[in-house]
């Protein structure tokens, strides 16, 4: 089957050089015809860690043909739509479309996740509903994961989505409520919330307890007050962005390294009540947040001085 580099910059020629390398069929398209004249002319040249040069097929979009089949994505995250553009009309009927992409827009894609196709208003579906295979008791078809929504959470709260890690937050604490000691099975139904389907529906055969599920209780929990412990410098980071349905957490006997803390979050802010050994806790937004500033970055460590 041929392969499909949309895309033959730095990220897309290193790939699609390595796949034709190694003895695919490998068509690079690109939209500079100077580049792609050359590659056709001269094959296309590695250089790096490693050095070499192999021929492989290349095109401008103008010239590409379907039905496509694997198809990777490897464009500037603005040039996203007109590729898709040319994309759309040539897919086959098992087209499959890899994203080599940085640089992603984080809100859009957090804007359509939270579409109602994909999100049931319990959780995130594993396929939209309006997919022709979808089937809200199918195991990966669109049923619901609690797992996968610990994840989701700590994404969305790197990159400054909070609102969203509250809706998501919610969702799967109203589902735990609704089942057995508060756990959340392994997975349940992906139907609708709504007055048909007021609860989540159980899946034939869900473990419950599961403790992959229960850790995303903890996942979310970490994403919404934004706790990063780092135990050899004693440090607690906290970052809290409670909202109005769960105004105030306490949490009790926290360990960091040799030392425990008991902290009471409310909204953004947080009060340290009790403390044994050595731990320094500081608001900040944590390490690997993408979207924080320097002056946000202050303005929180000023905070923390107060305490």
């Not at 002319?41 to 490693?50: D, P, T, V, W």
């Not at 309006?130 to 990159?159: D, Q």
């Not at 599961?210 to 780092?230: D, E, K, N, V």
């Not at 403390?275 to 929180?300: I, M, N, Y």
């Amino acid at each position: 089957m041929s392969i499909t580099v949309y895309g033959a910059g730095a990220i897309g020629g290193a790939i699609g050089a390595s796949m034709a390398r190694g003895g695919e069929d490998v068509l690079l398209v690109d939209k500079v015809a100077a580049h792609v004249d050359a590659i056709n002319a001269h094959g296309l040249r590695i250089s790096g860690f490693q050095r070499y040069t192999v021929p492989v097929r290349a095109c401008v979009p103008a010239d590409l043909r379907g039905p496509l089949g694997i198809t990777f994505l490897a464009v500037k995250s603005q040039d996203t739509d007109s590729a898709l553009d040319v994309l759309a009309p040539l897919a086959g009927p098992e087209i499959v479309v890899v994203s080599l992409q940085n640089g992603m827009n984080p809100p859009r894609i957090a804007e359509r996740l939270f579409k109602d196709d994909l999100f049931s208003g319990w959780g995130l579906r594993t396929l939209s509903s309006n997919h022709p295979s979808y089937n809200p008791y199918s195991y990966h078809l669109g049923s619901i994961w609690p797992v996968e929504h610990g994840t989701f959470a700590l994404g969305l709260m790197r990159y400054g989505l909070h609102d969203r890690v509250q809706q998501l937050a919610r969702a799967q604490f109203e589902a735990a409520s609704l089942f057995d000691f508060y756990r959340l099975p392994e997975l349940f139904g992906g139907h609708p919330r709504d007055a048909a389907h007021p609860f989540p529906a159980m899946y034939p055969n869900a473990n419950s307890p599961q403790a992959w599920s229960a850790s995303a209780t903890f996942s979310l929990l970490q994403a919404l007050l934004g706790l990063y412990p780092y135990a050899p410098l004693n440090l607690l980071v906290v970052d809290p962005h409670l909202p109005d349905w769960l105004p105030e957490i306490t949490i009790r006997d926290l360990r960091v390294g040799a030392a425990k803390v008991t902290i009471r979050f409310h909204g953004n802010s947080w009060d340290v009540k009790e403390k044994e050994g050595t731990l320094h806790v500081v608001q900040q937004p944590l390490p690997w947040s993408l979207t924080a500033t320097w002056p946000e970055r202050v303005v929180d460590l000023l905070k923390s001085l107060v305490k």
